[in-house]
């Protein structure tokens, strides 16, 4: 454990190479300032500072390569005061929405959220919509955005969305062969939505990617190489919604929610929801 105040002291030393200029700036006197530089040598078993007589002041290796982690442990310090300090001033809201939701709907009333709002603390944590009332339940969220998961206690509002086709910009799909889809790894996602609109069309299809993250289906997508499905509200460059001359059929819509943990909601998650709910409607 380094006493913070010599770490403040070796960094005047290592800037102003002089006990005399520095003593002067801590307000003490220069046998405390070799002191202090005498206490962290020790404590690191290295010769920090060479200050011989006859000779200039400088760092040693040894000294330099400290140097790094002493400003790195005063400045987590300071961040950690700081911390401590607004830790009263600022209430906190954590809401859990997947990725896609993430970086679209809620994306687009952030700056508006926290115009009107600049004192709460936005905690955002993303996973699956399956999972989010989990997390909500335990009490790890305060509010959720997500696929509906069915009516139940703490629902704020649904609103049915339609799904389209996304794809690349520019990508054009043959009117022939299996249309090659991009969706999760486990399954759990939209892909039900589009093999039952191309199985009733009569459209072959293969499940072209995976992958364990949305991120990962994007870039199949980005790349031109798969498309996938989305909520028409999620869709933002560079993906686009796949126009009508890609002969895909028609999706049924989707339901997105807001739930809020227990029977009160916080005042901060209403408004939050309430300008949601208006990008979406």
Known sequence: MFDLSALRTFILVSEHLNFTTVADLRNTVQSAISAQIKRLEESTGKTLVLRGRGQNMQLTPEGKAFLVYARRILALSQEAIDSMDSAGSFAKLRLGTTVTLAMSVVSDVLNAFVEQHADVQIEITCNRSDALLGLLDSGEIDAAFMIDQGKRNGRVFVHSQPLVWVGADGLELPDQGPVPLAFMSDGRDLRHYALAALDEAGRSSRIAHLSRHPIGIRAFVQSGLAITVMPKVTVKPPLTILPERSKLPPLAPVALAAYARGERM????????????????
């Open 266 to 281: 916080a005042q901060d998650a209403s408004k939050l929801f309430e300008l949601i709910e208006s990008g979406i409607s």
